[in-house]
């Protein structure tokens, strides 16, 4: 079964949120929604997950017991123990006792935090929290797992934990959806949708995003010959520049663009196209 | 300073509660307390028995407010009558004289009665030299269930139950919204919880909590300043238990109406305030203007101090308490029903319904469709 949206058109009042959104939730795999901070992607998995009315369109989710979200703010208890986290959702969902120890334990091993079980969740650091928050969200094996934002503000080592945790959790056959503003998230992806101001900017695997880059993307050295111009970004020391008809001007290198680029030319191309 | 003053006051516009609790709540209170903080009863209800209770009644002027004439009842069914709580006074005839039994519990009354009845006493005594009617028999008084008027007496089983409303109230007030502000209410609304598991849940410990509370606080009533407790312990329980559930049920319905933890404390005070003053703890209910009266019977303290006083002072049995009990138990039906549908809101998903033909529809609870 394949979870998501289709056609999604969600409004706050006159504020249109999500305009005609369609994301795919597979088994199996992660998908990934990737954009700005106000694009939309907190809207669109909370529609995913019942929290938000769409106006128009259709959500296909599993019912509640079968899902796993953890908002942006963690949604754990502060003033609770790490243990008594796991028993507060354990006892929610109703797991039986003798298959819940052995999960905790395997969740709490895989996110490192096996050692910190009586610590409260509040005086837990930031990186430890939303790995707690993301095990607290496996923790009845849902068939859809939805995480908004689970590496903002996440030092590097947690983050490759917290991925292993997600891409575990998709390799045991979960549907997992995460949002993230981090770009190089994204080209892991199974599949992955670019939102842009509640709107797709592209979606697919970041192969065909790549591929459906149009015209060419080069690379300068330095400034001069026109740059920086409209079309142009910093990298690392140079500069990419994105030619929409395919013809770069003098002094630019040619360049195979990369998934970052891919995500940049399609949010200038949104701008050229308003 | 005057950047400071600007954004003070534009704070202040976008919380338009704090504007209300400034500028409306003084006044509404000030009008509400005149007239409820009342000690003067012009009205106390009295019942006459025995063989000259016609005579007796036709005697009597206000405040005496004879409810009921008897002629064939006697001090048996008198006393039981004050028991109940369906009259302050009762006037036995025959036998050696006139007997007035007054019911102790309602200090202002009683004190007024015996005004009346000295002044009473008085101008028969002037006029009977000269008539030298029936009015000369002996009349003996006696005061029952608080025979030395101690105010304490009086003011303990209430104030058990002012200060569970004021811990009770407090601390549930803050139940939802903690959850609201943290982030947590979201992950709720995502979980397989009813609204009313929830509630139920969030209501169970403080209920127990409580429980204990009030239980130490009339015990420790009892022991500092004497009170008695002459009644049975259950129907205490009863009436105890329907009240926190309904104080308790308040406060969680105070949450669900709050966006954070001021509006929470706010809203909670202006359910608080009212029942120190309305709830016929220190004011007699009967001796409030009528506007404000209604007020008191909407206020569960006023249905518990009924029950405490009685059952605690006069033994009131549980068939006479039918009416408090009956109607807290309403009134928990009522805060808990608002409350779960409240609640059941937060839960729901948000996002305004934009028409019949656009609303989802839940298909198994898999699919939603628009």
Redesign the interface.
Known sequence: MTWGLDD??????RRTALDDVTVRARPAEVTIVVGGDGAGKSTCL?TL?????????????????R?G?V????????DLTVQENLDF?AG??RLPGGQRGERERQLLERTGLAGVRARLGGQLSGGMQRKLAAALALLHAPDLLVLDEPTTGVDPVSRVELWRLISGAAAQGTAVVVATTYVNEAARAASVVLLEAGKVLASGSPDAILRAVPGAVGTAARTGAGLPGPLSWRRGAGWRVWAPGGELPAGVEPATPDFDDAVVVAELAAQAGR | MWAMVAKEFRQLRRDRRTVAMMIVLPVVLLVVFGYAANFDVHDIPTVVAGPGARQAAASLRPPFHVTEVDPAAGLAAARSRLQDGEAVVAVVTGGAGVHVLMDGTQLFSVETAQGALARLAAARAAGTAGAGGAGASRVTEQILYNPRLTTSWVMVPGLAGLILVFVGTLITSLGVVRERQ???L??L?????RARDVIAGKIAPYLMVAAVDLTAIVLIGMGLFGVPFTGNVATFALGAGLFLLVTLGMGVLISTLSQNQGQAIQLSFMIMLPQVLLSGLIFPVTSMAAGVRWISYVLPLTYFIEISRGVMLKATPISALGQPLGLLALLAVVVLGLAIVRFRHDLA??????GKD?Q?RDA???????
Do not use: D
């Open positions: 999604v058109r969600v409004s706050f009042g909370k997950v019942g929290l938000v009315r769409p106006q128009a369109g259709t959500v296909r989710r599993p019912p509640k017991q899902i979200y908002p942006a703010t963690s949604g754990l208890y502060a959702i929610a969902y | 943290t982030g947590t979201e992950q609304a995502v979980m397989p919880l998903p948000s996002g305004r319904r934009s656009a989802p198994g609870s898999e699919a939603v469709a628009a």
